[in-house]
């Protein structure tokens, strides 16, 4: 699939891919900071952002679309940063194509299956009648009555885009994402290994990596290192951006 990104900077390649209900655009200002030092691919992962819309949509489909955007691009190797969704989805690509990654970073997820834990989000963003809207304020009146945190509302609100017709679509491929939600739990492969260099990265304040993923961690990637970013959850790259950029351009940066 040939997928959206945005493309800046200069020197080594960094790709850099989005979590669920996320997009490119979620990287943008982390990007900025980095693109004197790397060439910077933001990445649309299929069924969101401005990439394709697709039934079949899985971590190894996702994987083999980066593949296909580095042949595109004629990187025969590069640096990979992941968060969450986005995290497991280059763990795949460099488990299965090690010779494509350089180094690996991942953001605020672990290889493990992690149970579904998405059902209010997916139940706010279904109520929202897209086809019929009228303004954004009445997308976020109803979202209001399943998130309480504004904040997240906004971020799952970046998704609502306008259509050819003047009127809203979703940029996500939510009907799919509904119907296969489990698939973002997915554990990686227990019988792989990657030896490269790899930073796993997690908020403080999150409990998407705990201290029981340690093995899981040390076994799949032999050579990674866990550090948590102070006073930030899940969104760390939001929440704590100068400790994100300084975080990964010292671990890039280390021969």
Not at 92 to 115: G, H
Not at 202 to 230: A, V
């Amino acid at each position: 699939m040939k997928l959206n990104f945005k493309k800046m900077g200069a020197g080594k390649p960094l790709i850099i891919v989005h979590g669920l209900f996320g997009s490119a655009d979620n990287w943008f200002s982390i990007a900025r900071e980095l693109e004197k030092n790397f060439t910077l691919y933001l990445i649309d992962q299929r069924n969101h952002g401005d990439s394709p819309h697709t039934a079949d949509w899985t971590y190894a489909d996702m994987a083999e679309d980066l593949r296909e955007l580095m042949s595109d691009e004629g990187i025969s190797s590069a640096y990979f940063m992941g968060h969450s969704m986005g995290g497991k989805t280059v763990m795949t690509l460099a488990l299965k194509y090690p010779e494509l990654v350089d180094k690996l970073i991942v953001a605020d997820i672990a290889p493990r299956f992690y149970p579904i834990h998405h059902q209010r989000i997916l139940e706010g963003l279904n109520a929202i009648p897209v086809n019929d809207l009228k303004s954004r304020k009445e997308a976020e009146d109803i979202l209001a009555q399943y998130i309480q945190t504004p904040d997240i509302r906004q971020f799952l609100l970046k998704s609502l885009g306008r259509g050819d017709n003047g009127g809203f679509k979703w940029k996500v491929n939510l009907p799919v994402i509904t119907e296969k939600i489990a698939n973002v739990g997915e554990a990686m492969d227990a019988n792989a290994r990657f030896d490269k260099p790899t930073l796993f990265m997690g908020g403080e304040n999150s409990d998407y990596i705990l201290e029981t993923d340690k093995k899981d961690i040390e076994q799949l990637f032999p050579n990674s290192h866990l550090i948590y970013i102070k006073n930030a959850g899940h969104w760390l790259h939001a929440e704590q951006p100068a400790a994100v950029i300084e975080t990964v351009r010292s671990f890039l940066n280390k021969t």
